[in-house]
C-alpha cells in the first residue's frame, strides 16, 4: 500500500508520471480501439522490443565474441505461480468482499432501514443522469486523472477544503433530519 500512496502523492516523479501515462494512454486507447485490439498491439509492441533486443545481444556478443547468455536469463529463472494459500487467500477475501455486497444491497432493496434506501435511491437517480453523460470508459479516465491529482491537492489546500466540507457535511446532516423528522416511522441513527 506504501508504494500505492507513494504513486499517487507523486513522491517520486518519474515513477508516478510514468504509470499516470501509461495508464491514461491505455485508457485512451480503449476509447478509439476495442479491447482485443489493444490488447493485441501492445503484446505486439512489448514481444518486438524485446525480440529487438534479444537479437541486438546476440549480435554484441557474436562482434564481441563474449558469452554472456541469454538476456533475460535472471527473469526467466523468476518463480510466476501462485501457491495454492496465495490463491485461497484471495479467494477468502473475494468471497468476504461479495458476501457483505450482497447482503448490503438485500438490506438496501427490502428497506431494512428506510433513509438508507431512500439515500440508495437518490444515488440511484442520480446515476441515471451520469449514465446519460458519460460511458464508463470516460468515468474510468476522469477517476484516474482524479487519483492521481486530488490526493496531492488535498495535501496542498488541506485547511480550506477541510472547512468546505465541514460546512457541506453540516448542511446535509440538518437537511437529513428535517427529512427524517417528516418521515413517519422513519429513525434518528445516533452519530
Known amino acids: 500500500?506504501?508504494?500505492?500512496?507513494?504513486l499517487l502523492y507523486w513522491r517520486n516523479v518519474?515513477?508516478?508520471?510514468?504509470?499516470?501515462?501509461?495508464v491514461l494512454l491505455l485508457l485512451f486507447s480503449l476509447t478509439q480501439f476495442s479491447?482485443?485490439?489493444v490488447g493485441a498491439y501492445l503484446a505486439l509492441a512489448a514481444l518486438s522490443a524485446s525480440i529487438s533486443f534479444r537479437i541486438y545481444?546476440?549480435?554484441?556478443?557474436?562482434?564481441?565474441?563474449?558469452d554472456e547468455g541469454h538476456p533475460f536469463k535472471s527473469y526467466l529463472e523468476v518463480e510466476i505461480s501462485l501457491s495454492q494459500d496465495q490463491i485461497g487467500n484471495y479467494a477468502d477475501k473475494a468471497l468476504l468482499y461479495a458476501n457483505t455486497c450482497?447482503?448490503?444491497?438485500?438490506?438496501?432493496?427490502?428497506?431494512?432501514?428506510?433513509?438508507?434506501?431512500?439515500?440508495?435511491?437518490?444515488?440511484?437517480?442520480?446515476?441515471?443522469?451520469?449514465?446519460?453523460?458519460?460511458?464508463?470508459?470516460?468515468?474510468?479516465?476522469?477517476?484516474?486523472?482524479?487519483?492521481?491529482?486530488?490526493?496531492?491537492?488535498y495535501e496542498k489546500h488541506q485547511a480550506q477544503i477541510d472547512q468546505?466540507?465541514?460546512?457541506?457535511?453540516?448542511?446535509?446532516?440538518?437537511?437529513?433530519?428535517k427529512i427524517q423528522a417528516?418521515?413517519?416511522g422513519a429513525k434518528r441513527k445516533e452519530e
Request: proline content about 2%.
Open 102 to 153: 450482497m447482503k448490503e444491497l438485500r438490506r438496501l432493496f427490502l428497506v431494512q432501514d428506510l433513509i438508507d434506501s431512500l439515500k440508495f435511491a437518490v444515488l440511484m437517480w442520480l446515476l441515471t443522469y451520469v449514465g446519460a453523460l458519460f460511458n464508463g470508459l470516460t468515468l474510468l479516465i476522469l477517476a484516474v486523472v482524479s487519483m492521481f491529482s486530488m490526493p496531492i491537492v
Open 164 to 177: 468546505y466540507v465541514g460546512l457541506i457535511r453540516t448542511q446535509v446532516n440538518s437537511v437529513v433530519g
Open 1 to 6: 500500500w506504501a508504494s500505492t500512496i507513494d
Open 35 to 37: 479491447v482485443v485490439s
Open 182 to 184: 417528516k418521515i413517519p
Open 14 to 22: 518519474k515513477q508516478s508520471g510514468a504509470v499516470f501515462g501509461s
Open 57 to 66: 545481444k546476440s549480435v554484441l556478443q557474436a562482434v564481441q565474441k563474449t
